[in-house]
């Protein structure tokens, strides 16, 4: 079974059809904690790391043989806690990450949240220093989105989205670097790659569990 700890009850639906469409028969377990992200965005991701080690932990008490998280803002913290609950712990951007670095050096970061970024930034950094591959990340936050997501107007969110990736010049790669970004990837039309991180992020989950039960 494959623990998701989400920050927004809007990935649910997300995951649950990605599951269905590419990993038939694997069980998810969802824990949707919107307080997180509230308080990572308030006093920084480490304020964090000890619900987020709390809800690890519960999840690989119900089972869990793996656990992911697509939070972009706290995925750092619950990569740094999976030590502590003896399973993998995997964070939903950095498949993605890596297929930035591996896509060219020059990548750009849209973000709907500020506070995304930094963590986001530094995830990309680290997989070209892994990847032996120079890298020059710029970074930018979507205006206008985050009232949108928050408002529940996911088309006015992802309209946003999509424009402000097609108004990208000087770079070999973007990275939408919210999980709930990914369905704007289908409707840009820059002419260079747009990476999300759900699909990849599921994958490598879903592959961490089944090592588990093995």
């Not at 809800?55 to 793996?66: F, I, K, M, P, S």
């Amino acid at each position: 079974m494959l623990a998701l700890l989400h920050t927004s009850p809007v990935h649910v639906p997300v995951f649950d059809a990605l599951r269905d469409a590419a990993h038939p028969g694997l069980e998810l377990r969802h824990h949707v904690d919107a307080g997180l992200l509230e308080r990572a965005r308030r006093d920084g991701p480490e304020a964090v790391a000890e619900p987020v080690a709390a809800a690890l932990t519960r999840a690989v008490a119900e089972g869990a043989r793996a656990v992911l998280c697509t939070c972009s803002t706290i995925g750092g913290v619950a990569e740094a806690a999976a030590a502590g609950v003896g399973v993998p712990v995997l964070r939903v951007d950095r498949p993605m990450a890596a297929a930035a670095v591996a896509a060219g050096p020059r990548v750009l970061v849209l973000a709907a949240l500020e506070s995304t970024l930094a963590p986001t930034a530094a995830l990309i950094e680290e997989e070209a220093r892994r990847a032996d591959r120079p890298v020059e990340v710029r970074t930018r936050v979507v205006d206008g989105a985050w009232p949108r997501f928050e408002a529940g107007d996911s088309e006015g969110y992802l309209r946003r989205v999509t424009e402000a990736a097609d108004s990208v010049t000087g770079a070999d790669v973007i990275v939408l670097a919210q999980a709930s970004m990914a369905p704007a990837r289908e409707a840009t039309r820059v002419r260079v790659p747009v990476l999300a991180s759900p699909e990849p992020g599921l994958a490598a989950g879903a592959a961490a569990a089944r090592a588990g039960d093995g």
